[in-house]
T-cell receptor, first 109, second 113 residues
Framework: GENVEQHPSTLSVQEGDSAVIKCTYSDSASNYFPWYKQELGKGPQLIIDIRSNVGEKKDQRIAVTLNKTAKHFSLHITETQPEDSAVYFCAASTNKLSFGAGTTVTVRA | DVKVTQSSRYLVKRTGEKVFLECVQDMDHENMFWYRQDPGLGLRLIYFSYDVKMKEKGDIPEGYSVSREKKERFSLILESASTNQTSMYLC????????????FGEGSWLTVV
């Protein structure tokens, strides 16, 4: 089955700086790559996704890039704010989603 | 807005007890899922269902079963709870087909003592 690896496991950034989270996947048939944000005490919520026919997608301060040849994809958060502090999960999908282990992001004021 | 409701947020059960975790979604989604979340392991799929009375094993089905008698409701059952099933359980739903957004509930924290 699909194996998704996510790095780093923890990330601390100064408010206003950028944060980057990287994921790799094993199954070249995967064609859908969502990112989820989980705040304390809540369930994960979709923040952005990308499909295999697209190399990059942006939504305000969040962007995702996909390199199908290398089988890796990344989440970029610019101008980080305290409310960006959360756990972020990447995932890859063929017929079902496989998740990475998560990255705990802390934005220091 | 899509709402996935897990009726029990916090449960404490004894080893050997039968445990039911209930989940209801209000968006007429065909697909429903149960995940388990543990630190450092991410979200792991236990079971999923594409239709009423239909179920398929995920990556870690051992020790669990599920029931989907109605489209909006998907129950996770621990026939005989064990301490290694202490975890956060997340229910989710999505529209039929691949690549559709999966919506999660708030989670159920289960402690087995």
């Amino acid at each position: 089955g699909e194996n998704v690896e996510q790095h780093p496991s923890t990330l601390s950034v100064q408010e206003g700086d950028s944060a980057v989270i990287k994921c790799t996947y094993s199954d070249s048939a995967s064609n859908y790559f969502p990112w989820y944000k989980q705040e304390l005490g809540k369930g994960p919520q979709l923040i952005i996704d990308i499909r295999s026919n697209v190399g990059e997608k942006k939504d305000q301060r969040i962007a995702v890039t996909l390199n199908k040849t290398a089988k890796h994809f990344s989440l970029h958060i610019t101008e980080t704010q305290p409310e960006d502090s959360a756990v972020y999960f990447c995932a890859a999908s063929t017929n079902k989603l496989s998740f990475g282990a998560g990255t705990t992001v802390t934005v220091r004021a | 807005d899509v709402k996935v409701t897990q009726s029990s947020r916090y449960l404490v059960k004894r080893t050997g007890e039968k445990v039911f975790l209930e989940c209801v979604q209000d968006m007429d989604h065909e697909n429903m899922f149960w995940y388990r979340q543990d630190p450092g392991l991410g979200l792991r799929l236990i079971y999923f269902s594409y239709d009423v009375k239909m179920k398929e094993k995920g990556d870690i089905p051992e020790g669990y079963s599920v029931s989907r008698e109605k489209k909006e409701r998907f129950s996770l059952i621990l026939e005989s709870a064990s301490t290694n099933q202490t975890s956060m359980y997340l229910c989710a739903s999505s529209q039929q087909g691949l690549g559709n957004t999966i919506y999660f509930g708030e989670g159920s924290w289960l402690t087995v003592v």
